[in-house]
């Protein structure tokens, strides 16, 4: 399009939104794929190689875009953008050729509505599940509150500069974790994983809305974004292990919308809560600004603050809960089971 001279706002949305839904039928074709190729003992290291790519595309691709812009312009950027269709293919190709050795299609009829109420029965006719389901929205409820808040409250403190190199640090953070998940792996003990996880970034949420110094919160956001690795590809195994191989497509497409749930909901109230809620109450002159104030500190964004320290002692106390459930107990035997049966 910019070969050609097409400049046109509303043609180059609508190509984004089709580049986006295409997408969207990817991702979770790609994470259904895992499950026919891989033993279930691989099924974390590739979690972590899967958030590996997701965190890289944060950190790596903005400076190698950047580098090559600066030199070469926008043209060399947008054929090697085309190229990856090469890369895809052949992966598509090869990973086709294995999965023919290993099932074979029932059906070869494409039935939306049934598919769609087909994986949505296979996720609703397990508590567990569910329950894995809300944890996954509420896991991205708290990186978008993250996400959305973080520059705001740091830029009254700092600025933009620093905040860029603190946003690269935690990127950092998640390509660490990912990186060691990928080559250990999580092989039992999940639900402890989880658990840990979360009330390590309850934990670390909350220390970053008490300081206010500029070190300790870049220290602390590369420990909460190294986390966030760990409880998702947790999730993704106990996920993976309990639902039916014949519907892993269909119900990964529901878990990848349901799961994003968190973020729409994060990007939607966080906002409005900071501008009318919370940062009135820890203004100078506020009705929190002389006992939390005290503690938090006042200002015109540290009702921010006092948002992340609430979403973080919230994380702290649902954290037990995660290794209590006899549900979520059930679907960690049904992981270990199934990694001896293959």
């Known amino acids: 399009m910019i070969s050609m001279g097409i400049n046109n706002i509303p043609v180059i949305c609508i190509w984004v939104f089709l580049s986006s839904c295409f997408a969207a039928i990817l991702d979770p074709a790609y994470k259904a794929v895992v499950t026919d190729l891989l033993t279930p003992e691989e099924y974390s290291k590739a979690g972590g190689l899967v958030q590996l790519a997701s965190s890289a595309k944060f950190l790596l691709s903005p400076i190698f875009a950047g580098l090559i812009y600066q030199i070469f312009g926008i043209y060399l950027i947008l054929i090697i953008d085309m190229c990856t269709f090469f890369t895809t293919l052949f992966t598509v190709a090869y990973s086709g050729k294995v999965m023919n050795e290993c099932q074979k299609i029932k059906d070869s009829k494409v039935q939306v509505i049934k598919d769609i109420v087909e994986g949505y029965k296979e996720l609703t006719q397990t508590k567990g599940i569910k329950l894995l389901l809300i944890l996954s929205i509420v896991i991205t409820f708290y990186v978008g509150i993250i996400e959305t808040m973080i520059k705001p409250m740091l830029l009254e403190l700092t600025d933009s500069s620093t905040l860029g190199v603190i946003l690269s640090l935690s990127a950092i953070g998640m390509l660490i974790s990912s990186l060691v998940l990928g080559v250990k792996g999580i092989k039992k003990n999940y639900l402890k994983a989880l658990s840990l996880s979360f009330l390590f970034m309850g934990i670390t949420i909350a220390v970053i809305g008490c300081t206010t110094n500029i070190i300790w919160i870049a220290v602390i956001a590369f420990l909460f974004f190294l986390t966030i690795p760990v409880s998702n590809v947790c999730l993704d195994v106990l996920m993976r292990c309990n639902i039916n191989k014949d519907t892993q497509g269909r119900a990964w497409g529901l878990i990848s919308f349901i799961s994003q749930l968190g973020y729409i909901i994060a990007y939607a ?46 994380m702290v106390i649902l954290s037990p809960l995660l290794k209590s459930g006899k549900s979520l107990k059930q679907m960690e035997t049904n992981c270990l089971d199934y990694n001896v049966e293959d």
């Open 269 to 314: 109230i966080s906002g409005v809560l900071a501008d009318y809620v919370f940062n009135p109450l820890l203004y100078k002159n506020g009705a929190l600004a002389d006992s939390v104030g005290k503690i938090l500190g006042t200002g015109s964004e540290r009702g921010i603050a006092l948002m992340l320290v609430i979403c973080g002692i919230s």
